[in-house]
């Protein structure tokens, strides 16, 4: 007699914003902003972020950062706008009273510190190096909207497609394919965001981020894009992919720590000896205010959207999606998804502040998803905005991505998976018959990790089978054995 031991398998069964957006970035008050800038800075150069995108949208008016004036004109629409609006201020038509000057190219208006909502710019002036303060901060859909401007020319428009998966005919899905940016994830909103706001000072200097991945990849191709030095503190156990992808991208990558807390102590002590930034890459407000523009465009491509389903890892992406959403689209519920591995934005709910917990980070196929704290900045938003978080097992995960690869053809990493799978695994029974949004927030995932989805995925389906027999030890035994597996219809 000998052990047979084997695996079967049966596989039998350009840049137009939506008109909301419009309407709400152009209120701004150009005088009170000036006098803020004053304040903050002892000058004023401010055009705010909605005058560019009206700038940009109405070519025939001339620009300036001071007033807009039509060609032959001597008064701007937006003046005469503000006269109707706001009778008690200064008298705005007179432009005597604001100095000319050149006109500034796009590229210049970009390049500058300016149009953030005055109650940031304020927070921003007390972040410590880690990007973390005492009072959490809630960024608000003007700085979105803003972000969604200064980052469009250099990040990918992704499709939202109507897509069917079979178990879940009885509603109208949509995939926001977030996988399709150049370094394969949604996390480069973020990262050119916070990279086109830094001062000249800290663009000369560079920045510096801990993360394992998909932070790290964005932060890096953007900073080489953008001639801004890049370093990342990745942890020693990191992919090797990743951390090759990122020195092919011009940043100087340091192997540091067992794991990612470590990795990040050992970036602050850096960031602080070199006066490099640090960008936390879940939590500073401009990588907040740059994932939320994803909302935005979800809105711009599907009409009428009843829910969307968010992956939550640190709580970034959550955050910056429900700002956009719940200001531009209320009744959209907002949907977070959790692995089992690592539920810390539930710990923090229970607990009313971000908590930490136990993550299994060698357990999960989420990793992007493993953050054992939420984010201050991030939860202070969450909290108000998310309408439900369920937490999903590993098991549906692994069958996610392996759908996502037969149906869709598709390579989604188990943390950008997350959102379906929360549907398939039932945990959102409510959302029959509606139509419902899923961004695949990321496709970076190591072949080894994906080798685990499909065989996790298959076999919590009953498709892969593991099993153990004893053969008799004569000619013929291992046929008979065959043969019997192919009687039952095993393929
Ligand atoms: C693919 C993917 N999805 C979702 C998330 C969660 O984003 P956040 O940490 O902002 O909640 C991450 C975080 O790294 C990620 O990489």
Redesign the pocket.
């Known amino acids: 007699m000998f052990r047979y031991s084997t695996v079967i398998t049966n596989t039998s069964p350009e840049n137009s914003f939506p008109e909301e957006i419009e309407k709400s970035i152009s209120t701004p008050n150009i005088l009170q902003q000036k006098e803020k800038d004053e304040r903050f800075y002892g000058f004023s150069d401010t055009v705010s972020e909605p005058d560019r995108f009206r700038e940009s949208a109405e070519p025939e008016f001339v620009k300036s950062p001071f007033k807009l004036r039509r060609k032959g004109s001597k008064t701007s629409r937006r003046a005469k706008n503000m006269e109707a609006s706001d009778p008690p201020t200064p008298n705005v038509s007179d432009t005597s009273l604001v100095p000319e000057r050149a006109a500034p190219t796009v590229g210049e208006m970009l390049e500058r510190p300016v149009a953030l909502s005055a109650r940031l710019r304020e927070h921003l002036q007390n972040l410590s190096i880690t990007g973390e303060s005492d009072h959490p901060f809630a960024i608000s859909f003007e700085d979105v909207a803003a972000a969604a401007f200064r980052i469009r020319k250099g990040i990918v428009k992704t499709p939202c497609e109507k897509t069917s998966i079979p178990e879940l005919d009885d509603m109208e899905l949509h995939f926001k394919k977030e996988f399709a940016h150049v370094t394969g ?1 949604f ?1 480069e909103r973020g990262a050119r965001n916070t990279l086109l706001l830094l001062t000249e000072e800290q663009k000369e200097k560079g920045v510096i981020a801990a993360s394992a ?3 790290a990849l964005a932060l890096a191709y953007h900073g080489q894009a953008l001639n801004i030095p890049v370093t990342v503190v990745m942890p020693e156990n990191c992919t090797i992919v990743k951390e090759m992808k990122c020195r092919g991208y011009g940043a100087k990558v340091l192997n540091k720590g067992h794991n990612l807390a470590e990795a990040k102590d050992f970036a602050v002590k850096l960031a602080r000896e070199d006066g490099l930034m640090y960008v936390n ?2 939590d500073h407000p401009h990588i907040l205010a740059g ?1 939320g523009t994803i909302g935005l465009e979800i809105l711009e491509q599907v009409d009428d959207v009843d829910a969307i389903i968010v ?8 955050a910056g999606i429900a700002v956009a959403i719940k200001s531009l689209y209320p009744r959209c519920q907002i949907i977070g998804v959790e692995s089992e591995m690592c539920p810390s934005f539930k710990a923090a709910l229970d607990a009313g502040r971000p908590v930490k917990i136990d993550a299994h980070h060698a357990l999960t196929l989420a990793d ?2 493993c ?1 054992p704290k939420v984010g201050k900045n991030a939860f202070e938003i969450a909290k108000n905005y998310v309408d439900k978080t369920v937490i999903v097992s590993e098991n549906y995960i692994g069958i996610a991505v392996l759908r996502l690869m037969e149906y869709e053809r598709a390579i989604v ?1 188990g ?2 998976a997350s959102g379906l799978a929360a549907l398939l695994a039932g945990l959102l029974p409510e959302l029959k018959g509606k139509r419902v949004v899923i961004p695949l ?2 496709g970076n995932i190591d072949p080894t990790v994906l080798g685990r989805c499909i065989e996790r995925g298959l076999s919590s389906e009953g498709r892969l089978i593991r099993f153990i027999v004893n053969v008799q030890d004569r000619p013929g035994g291992i046929a008979e054995l065959a043969q019997l597996i192919s009687s039952i219809g095993v393929r």
Not at 311 to 318: F, R
């Open positions: 994830s996390k991945g998909n932070h890459g879940y994932q992956p939550v890892g640190g709580g970034g992406l959550i992007g998803l953050v990493e943390a950008g927030c990321g």
